[in-house]
């Protein structure tokens, strides 16, 4: 059997990033084989991770990132089980590798994405969050992504908690004044989040729920039951406007001037460069969103530890 020596345990845990107890086990199975023990830490991670799988994943980063001209970007959430792993050095760097695969080589899904070489490595996505698993020791998973072509601008809010993308059109290109108003676009979206782009994104049928709910509460309105029918028409036709200006970004109003809608703010930035500027999409991920996050009860964990 081989001599395992401290020095020995020192350099795996340097060249994995995995525990010294784990680093110690590993070569004393593989005899000393530096390559064979770092092949026994990746399939006990494996275990390990699997068994970990289960856990709730609901923290984590939102990335959006495009390439250096504006013309391709992506947005990716990554999560994971705690806000401490997710500030992580190594973690950031895999997210913004991830969302940097995806730019570059445009994978269909998440599976093809899993499958792909990241960039600037040697192993697949999928090996290289497990070696990370290895070195952090939570369930992590790449859950969402979207990938946008066309004049593009990234805005990241609150450290990883809400990823924007907004896609731009004009004939002037990627100029500071058009990136500067897809920038503010973006503010827009992350402070305010609508659900369309404009009145065309919105489906006729939640526009025709929206009636039946406004139409029903006004039944129950002593002072709008008794209208005419016509008159009721005409304050749904008003308050479905407000909806709009609610709801679609461009007809929202500027977060950063009231006297505006996103729209004309953009239109005057565009007149001001004697160009045309139009918001085409944009992409809107919020860290968690959707995910059932479980309530943990600090009595009820204490006491379960004393008995």
């Known amino acids: ?9 020192a350099e795996l845990r340097k060249q994995t990033g995995v525990g010294m107890m784990d680093c110690k086990k590993a070569l004393v199975e593989a005899d000393g084989d530096f390559e064979k023990a770092t ?8 275990a390990t991770q699997a068994k970990k799988a289960g856990r709730v994943a609901a923290e984590g980063i939102v990335m959006a990132k495009t390439n250096a001209d504006h013309t391709v970007g992506a947005v ?17 760097k895999f997210v913004d590798d991830v969302a940097q695969t995806i730019i570059e080589q445009n994978p269909a899904d998440i599976d093809a994405l899993n499958a792909a070489t990241i960039s600037g490595g ?19 998973h790449i859950r969402r992504f979207k ?10 809010h609150g450290g990883g908690k809400i990823g924007v993308l907004v896609n731009l059109d004009s004939p002037a290109g990627a100029t500071d004044a058009v990136l500067a108003a897809g920038k503010d676009c973006a503010l827009q979206v992350a402070a305010l989040k609508p659900a369309y782009l404009n009145k065309e994104a919105v489906p006729a049928s939640v526009i025709e ?3 039946s709910i406004m139409l029903a509460q006004m039944s ?5 039951a008794n209208k005419p029918d016509q008159v009721k028409a005409k304050i749904v036709e008003g308050k479905v406007g407000k909806f709009y200006t609610e709801n679609c970004l461009v007809d929202q109003e500027f977060v950063k001037d009231g006297s505006m809608t996103v729209k004309q703010y953009v239109d005057s930035c565009a007149k001001a460069e004697n160009t045309t500027i139009s918001v085409v999409d944009y992409v809107c ?23």
Request: charged content about 35%; hydrophobic content about 45%.
């Open 1 to 9: 059997m081989a001599n395992i020596t401290a020095k020995d345990v």
């Open 39 to 46: 092949v026994l830490l990746r399939e006990k991670g494996l």
């Open 76 to 92: 990716v959430e990554v999560n994971i089980e705690t806000d401490f792993a997710a500030n992580n050095e190594e973690f950031k």
């Open 122 to 140: 040697s192993v697949t996505v999928a090996e290289a969050l497990q070696e990370l698993f290895l070195k952090i020791r939570e369930n992590m």
């Open 147 to 156: 990938r946008l072509e066309g004049i593009l601008v990234p805005y990241v």
């Open 209 to 211: 729920s929206e009636k």
């Open 220 to 224: 129950e309105d002593p002072k709008l």
């Open 285 to 307: 991920f919020e860290r968690g969103e959707g995910v059932e996050k479980k309530e943990d009860n600090f009595a009820d964990e204490v006491a379960s530890m004393i008995k």
